[in-house]
């Protein structure tokens, strides 16, 4: 037995349940020989111990048929009307919550391609990509833009960048099929210096070129979209002029958070009547490496960067069209998106991990020229030769 201090204050006195009280309790409050309390089931006084001696503390509770039995009945509910409702069942250890949702979120699964432009039998346009948040280019803003079109019917189809007056750096998947054939150069042409894409919208400065060879990244991959670069060489050059000239070359790449621009042909009301796409462009900020493969879920290799536009869904430019990055190309547009998912970059291929490949190609296509015109020349001299003997 011990001292106790204890001044309790209830409603009432309890009436204890299996024995009844058989403790005595003075004139001074007192509680003595109390033997054993198992269950409170209401209150009749209110009792004050103080100085108690003698006093039996409760056991333990030890056995659940101390403690009246659980409901076993669930409570009624009313009728519901909605037959679609349904009602609460009664707790199931094994399954206690409801399924999970057998429909997982959207996500990005493979590569998403943003989508060329899409024209009728007559070359007539019936879709071309939105640019949302864009404002039109004018003319000279982006002298090296260029205008991939097929030589049939003057349609957009990529985007590509003058690095020459007569080579145009483009993305690889644009002038292949999807096993990564070449497409024939005889079916291509260039144009360039205008802001409008249409045939019959030209501008008086409007230049077109035809295209002569091209020359695709010995590894490109078509499935993955690694070293997803081309170099289209000209059968002539471009004419230089205040708004068309070619771009210089970023010589590092551009850090997380660096601002860029990105031009596009494009259209920038959903569903219009009349497409009347012109060249629009939208700011975009570079993104880390790390955040946009995480984003793609790893599908991004070496060579590839990321950028967005921030706090809008700025959607898709042109496949082989440029990021340029204080007045220098950076990028070259690979895939993306577009509309569907903004929170997912737009994955470019990095300019200055091609450096040396990109080099190699406009050498090398200017050898084969110089080789070919010599060829030529001497092929005429023996011929001249022939003739005079």
Known sequence: MWRFEVYFIALAIATISSQPFNGTVGQNGTITNVTHITHITHVQHVIHVHNGT??????AFDSANSLPPLATVPTQLPAMSNPNVTLPMPFNPENALPPLATTPPSVISG??????????SAGKPLWFPRIIGGTPATLGEFPSKVSLQTTQNSAHFCGGTLLSLRHVL??????????GIPMSASRIQAMADDLNVLPKMGSATRQVRQAKSLNIHEKYNPTTLANDLAVVSLASEFTKTNSLYPSKRASSAPPPGQLCSL???GVVVENSQTISPSLQRVNLEVISFQHCNAAYQGALVKGMMCASAPGRDACQGDSGG???CQNRVAGVVS???GCAHPTYPGVYMDITHYEKWIGKALSGAQSLVQGASLTLLVALVVAVKNFLN
């Open 54 to 59: 003698n006093l039996t503390v409760p056991q």
């Open 111 to 120: 590569i998403p391609l943003y989508k060329h432009p899409h024209y009728d």
């Open 170 to 179: 483009t993305a690889a998947h644009c002038i292949t099929d999807i096993q």
């Open 263 to 265: 031009a596009g042909w």
């Open 322 to 324: 440029a990021l340029i």
């Open 335 to 337: 895939f993306g998106s």
